[in-house]
């Protein structure tokens, strides 16, 4: 079955220094992966996606992430946290076995402490 | 302003009393979906639709409706809710291209269930 890991329920980090966010996927075929950020009280933005290509994508508001395929990761990064980055991040496959679904991950809460 | 409008935004109800749970989008979109948001849990596809009057199932579509008869519509039904449908419903759009969807999805503001 396909499914998308986020091995992290919170992570912690001080203000300034680089971050990382988790994610492994188990997926048959290539995948489509993307970043989705959750702020409290409001829907999901999309931060990233990476569909093919070059394995390091830039995104939104100074993040990237990292497609490494031998390791079914799709890490997403920021050299230098902000407090403003706080919040519910969330990874996503779009199945590609022939179907359109999507599997997110449960989350992880990003903490940017000052 | 492009936007995936949800109505209502909160919603208490009892079991067994049906339902609706609108969503618009203004973009031209041909896919949308609904998810739900629970704690612990993520988000769950529930079901999608790749264009008019086209729909398919997501990983928990159980208690659930949807009908897609215009493209910028996509309401969720529920004929008979229960407790267990307590949740935290999103709606999103994308547009598709050559057929397909790899394209982000753009959200709407969620709509808070919760079924007494």
């Known amino acids: 079955a396909q499914s998308v890991a986020q091995p992290e329920d919170q992570v912690n980090v001080a203000e300034g220094n680089p971050l990382t966010v988790k994610c492994t996927y188990s997926?048959?075929?290539?995948?489509?992966l993307f970043w989705y950020v959750q702020y409290p009280n409001r829907g999901l933005q999309f931060l990233l996606k990476?569909?093919?290509?070059?394995?390091l994508v830039k995104g939104s508001y100074g993040f990237e992430a990292e497609f490494n395929k031998s390791q079914t990761s799709f890490h997403l990064k920021k050299p230098s946290a902000l407090v403003s980055d706080s919040a519910l991040y969330f990874c996503?496959?779009?199945?590609?076995?022939?179907?359109?679904?999507?599997?997110f991950g449960t989350g992880t809460r990003l903490k940017v402490l000052a | 302003e492009a936007q995936v409008t949800q109505n209502p935004r909160y919603l208490i109800t009892v079991t067994g009393k049906k339902l609706t749970v609108t969503c618009s989008q203004n973009?031209?979109?041909?896919?949308m979906s609904w998810y739900r948001q629970d704690p612990g849990l993520g988000l769950r596809q529930i079901y999608y639709?790749?264009?008019?009057?086209?729909?398919d199932k997501g990983d928990v579509p159980e208690g659930y409706k949807v009908s897609r008869k215009e493209k910028r519509n996509f309401p969720l039904i529920l004929e008979s809710p229960s407790p267990n449908q307590t949740s935290l419903y999103f709606c999103?759009?994308?547009?598709?291209?050559?057929?397909?969807?790899?394209?982000?999805?753009?959200f709407g503001p969620g709509t808070r269930l919760t079924v007494l």
């Open positions: 999103a759009s994308s547009p598709t291209l050559r057929g397909d969807t790899y394209n982000e999805q753009f």
């Open positions: 639709s790749m264009n008019v009057e086209v729909t």
């Open positions: 997926v048959s075929g290539n995948p489509y």
């Open positions: 990476y569909i093919t290509g070059d394995n």
């Open positions: 973009m031209n979109h041909e896919y």
């Open positions: 996503a496959v779009r199945d590609p076995s022939g179907t359109y679904k999507y599997i």
